[in-house]
């Protein structure tokens, strides 16, 4: 789990280590309805930006290879 501020614009920011903070997009976060109430998530591009600036493990490929196939 990943702590997000959600701003009522639709953007978010979340805490960096050195006291800052990382600014996002709001196109990088969504919501889903899932039993009987509404969840602020990870949108598909947030998803594919989030795993890119780093060595890819084994797990990060899979979760690659999922998000490809979700955006066909």
């Given amino acids: 789990i990943h702590p997000f501020v ?3 614009d639709g953007t978010s920011k ?3 280590l ?5 600014e996002f997009e709001k196109d990088y976060f969504g919501s889903v309805f899932f039993e009987g109430k509404t969840i602020p998530c ?3 591009k947030g998803q594919k930006v989030f795993h890119s600036g780093y060595e890819l493990r084994d797990k990060d490929k899979h979760d690659i ?3 490809e196939s979700l955006s066909k």
């Fill in 42 to 44: 990870i949108s598909l």
């Fill in 14 to 16: 979340q805490a960096d």
């Fill in 65 to 67: 290879s999922i998000l």
């Fill in 6 to 8: 959600l701003n009522e």
């Fill in 18 to 22: 050195e006291g800052g903070w990382y």
